[in-house]
């Protein structure tokens, strides 16, 4: 499932504190300028490499398949995960041409001057990673509600059931399938695509349950309604 193996998104302060105690500690193993100078480049490289790690993390949304697409856009909205990414982005290529501007800085100087210039880089990587904290966030939050959705394997028969809210579809998956869906007596109970598998005549099928549909215009269908349509429109055999 595309978005299943996702990895928790750090907080911009957590990457800070990652990078620049790692930097300490290789300060503390050397001398002179030549500390500073190994200061700059692990932090640099620390925020970096792991900033371009949560960017790559996300998977291609041009080639994912068009029902998880449709998915992630009610959810979460495309474009709005794409801008964060983006953002990282930057910020990655950003942090990485700050640690070498200032190393490129220590050529020619004194200890007092060289740790000036560290801190003077340090500020300004803290200050482009604490600028897209948000994006962070919006990241991590989108990361919780994607990666719980179901693996639906495109190459077995699916049939989806679909319908009027609170008439049966859940216990009915339930009771023919080995998914175990709430159930109760109030409309909308289901609130997102739900998958249970059959075995008949050596054959494996899967039965999707939807969330509840009324029959109204798609302009006037909620979210929760949406992804049923998604459902019948892409994965239904």
């Keep these: ?48 490499d792991n900033l371009e790690h949560i960017v790559q993390s996300w998977p291609d949304f041009d080639s994912i398949s068009p029902f998880y697409y449709d998915l992630a856009d009610i959810l979460v909205e495309v474009d709005t995960l794409r801008k964060s990414l983006g953002k990282i982005q930057w910020a990655s290529i950003k942090t990485k041409d700050i640690g070498r501007e200032h190393q490129s800085s220590l050529i020619g100087t004194n200890l ?12 300004r990587m803290a200050s482009v990673v604490r600028g897209v904290s948000s994006e962070l966030i919006t990241l991590s939050e989108a990361r919780d509600s994607l990666r719980h959705l179901p693996t639906i394997d495109p190459d077995i028969p699916t049939v989806v059931v679909a319908g009027y809210p609170n008439v049966g579809k859940s216990s009915f998956v339930n009771v023919t399938t ?22 008949q005549n050596r054959i494996r099928y899967q039965l999707i349950d939807t969330p509840g549909l009324l029959d109204r215009s798609m302009s006037d269908r909620n979210d929760i309604e949406k992804q049923a349509i998604s459902a019948l429109r892409y994965v239904a055999d």
């Design 112 to 123: 007092e001057q060289a740790r000036a210039i560290r801190r003077q880089a340090f500020a």
């Design 1 to 48: 499932m595309e978005f299943e193996s996702l990895p928790t998104t750090p907080t911009s302060e957590e990457l800070l504190d990652k990078a620049f105690s790692k930097a300490a500690r290789v300060g503390k193993a050397q001398y002179g300028v030549q500390a500073q100078r190994s200061m700059l480049r692990t932090s640099s490289n620390i925020l970096s």
């Design 178 to 199: 080995n998914a175990r869906n709430e159930i109760a007596s109030y409309p909308f109970t289901t609130r997102g695509v739900l998958v249970g598998h059959i075995e």
